[in-house]
């Protein structure tokens, strides 16, 4: 490429006074990524743990989520093993929910195979041979504050039938 078709495409991209000009697109992309934090993956997503999506992130917007090998998908996963339309991932006040689309190889939770199933923080989810850990912060969060109490509410219950029944005999 010449130094004058450079120039050109890098003029294409600023405007007065070298300001850069973004597409509507580029704008809605980098919106999203900066309320999302952490570079798109503050949120809610889905982190590769199977050799071809390693170490990568897929952030899960929106409330419904395609994943599969085909291009219209809303996660594209390049593998043998995944169906054109493998799975789809929805999300409700409840939390994230997966459905298999009637894939060949399966959906699994935790190396159990589903038809469908609620995903917590922390679950793997295998999709035919790609496997990902859901990490789910505001779940997480909610778990976590539910989980103390939850733990305690036996005890105390006990503690109180314990005290009724002491109250009772003396007197």
Same mark, same amino acid.
């Given at each position: 490429?010449? @130094?004058?078709?450079?120039?050109?495409? /890098?003029?294409? /991209?600023?405007?007065?006074?070298? @300001?850069? %000009?973004? #597409?509507?697109?580029?704008?809605?992309? +980098?919106?999203?990524?900066?309320?999302?934090?952490?570079?798109?993956?503050?949120?809610?997503? $889905?982190?590769? =743990?199977?050799?071809?999506? /390693?170490?990568?992130?897929?952030? $899960?917007?929106?409330?419904?989520?395609?994943?599969?090998? *085909?291009?219209?998908?809303?996660?594209? +996963?390049?593998?043998?093993?995944? !169906? #054109?339309?493998?799975?789809? +991932? !929805?999300?409700?006040?409840? *939390?994230?929910? %997966?459905?298999? +689309?009637?894939? @060949?190889?399966? @959906?699994?939770?935790?190396?159990?195979?589903?038809?469908?199933?609620? =995903?917590?923080?922390?679950?793997?989810?295998?999709?035919?041979?790609?496997?990902?850990? $859901?990490?789910?912060?505001?779940?997480?969060?909610?778990? !976590?504050?539910? *989980?103390?109490?939850?733990?305690?509410?036996?005890?105390?219950?006990?503690? %109180?039938?314990?005290?009724?029944?002491?109250?009772? %005999? $003396?007197?």
């Amino acid at each position: 490429m010449s @130094t004058d078709q450079d120039n050109e495409r /890098k003029a294409q /991209k600023q405007g007065p006074q070298g @300001t850069h %000009v973004f #597409s509507r697109g580029e704008v809605d992309q +980098l919106i999203e990524e900066v309320a999302a934090g952490d570079g798109g993956v503050g949120g809610a997503h $889905l982190q590769g =743990l199977s050799d071809g999506v /390693k170490d990568q992130a897929f952030a $899960l917007r929106g409330e419904r989520i395609v994943i599969g090998r *085909g291009d219209g998908c809303d996660i594209v +996963l390049k593998d043998a093993s995944v !169906s #054109s339309e493998h799975a789809r +991932l !929805s999300h409700d006040p409840g *939390g994230w929910r %997966v459905a298999n +689309l009637l894939s @060949t190889n399966g @959906t699994f939770i935790n190396d159990a195979k589903i038809s469908n199933g609620v =995903l917590h923080h922390g679950d793997r989810i295998r999709f035919g041979r790609v496997e990902f850990k $859901l990490h789910d912060p505001d779940k997480k969060r909610k778990e !976590s504050a539910g *989980g103390g109490v939850m733990r305690w509410l036996p005890w105390v219950g006990a503690a %109180v039938v314990i005290a009724v029944v002491v109250w009772v %005999v $003396l007197n």
